[in-house]
Nanobody, 121 residues
Framework: QVQLVESGGGFVQPGGSLRLSCVAS????????MGWYRQVSGKQRELVAR???????NYADSVKGRFTISMDNAKNTVDLHMNSLKPEDAAVYYC???????????????WGQGTQVTVSS
């Protein structure tokens, strides 16, 4: 079983910064990608940023230039540095991992429990 543990959420004023961290544990043959998604109550979960094992990175347009994602494949960790936070960034942020296993063609997606980010003055 794979577990993802997130940390680093909290309260910050507009313009502030936070760093989210996620560490994966369990049986993982290889990581295909790791990323961060967020969800506001009543809305669909949306991609914030993701990075593949080949170091390809995607950001949501709304966070480009403000957020930076980084992954340490050897440590099974992914961080999200969030700068210039806005009230609209407030959400529950979820860590995501897509894993591959030898002998199996499908990809397996795992999710963390979520960490709350509140941006308010």
């Amino acid at each position: 079983q794979v577990q993802l543990v997130e940390s680093g959420g909290g309260f910050v004023q507009p313009g502030g910064s936070l760093r989210l961290s996620c560490v994966a544990s369990g049986i993982i043959d290889s990581i295909n990608e790791m990323g961060w998604y967020r969800q506001v109550s009543g809305k669909q979960r949306e991609l914030v940023a993701r990075v593949t094992s080949g170091s390809s990175i995607n950001y949501a347009d709304s966070v480009k230039g403000r957020f930076t994602i980084s992954m340490d494949n050897a440590k099974n960790t992914v961080d999200l540095h969030m700068n210039s936070l806005k009230p609209e960034d407030a959400a529950v942020y979820y860590c995501n991992l897509v894993a591959l296993y030898r002998g199996r063609p499908e990809r397996f997606a795992y999710w963390g429990q979520g960490t709350q980010v509140t941006v308010s003055s």
